[in-house]
């Protein structure tokens, strides 16, 4: 499935084309030939203007051609970092703990940096040492990690599902667990994360830093499914 961003990209490039090829049709009626008006056969364009006409056309081509394509790279290859790149502070830790507790567990999201932040047990540190690099586990010696929303198999947006306690992609069907590790699906790996640290006493993620997901079969805390799943 395309990426929203995908669509409204063809959109635009469809309507750019559209828009252009009938402005180019008009221009030619309008600029015919005197004498020869509502007859529609002879026709005596000036070269320089036809010249212009003929590049217009061109250039409006290529700027839908690059709409199409700039589409299509980002359906086949959806960046891993996305256009959030920033610092976004969310409140000290027993804040966040509190928000993620009054909702049932589910993870705090930030609607201004696109990303959830979730609880790592701490019971569960020795495994996430073996699977995880150094800088990741910064975030999880706090109890958290900052999981990207954008599922790494073709970039549509994961949604937490309330009944199975997991992330799911209503696109393909990944599904991952509560710390974005990947449980099912075609995603081929966990989801991305970002530099979480605490500053001054606040959580601050930065989403200017990404680290991939884990691998698939990265599995470092015991989270069955809950309940049914949503997608
Ligand atoms: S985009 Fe395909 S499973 Fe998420």
Redesign the pocket.
Known sequence: MLSSWSVLGIIVAVIVAVAGFATVAALYRTRRAPGTQGTGTAFAPDQGRRQLVQRGMIALFVAALAGVVASAIDYVWPSVTGSTGGRFRVGSRQAVNSRIAAQGGKPYYDISGRFYVAEYPAQDLPAAKKAYPVPQLEAMELGLVALSQK?P????TVKWCKSSGWFE?P????RYNAVGELER???PRGLDRFALREVAGEVEVDTSTTYLGPPPGTRTTDQPAKGPHCY
């Open positions: 599922c198999h073709l970039g549509c992609c696109c393909h069907g990944s699906g075609p995603a």
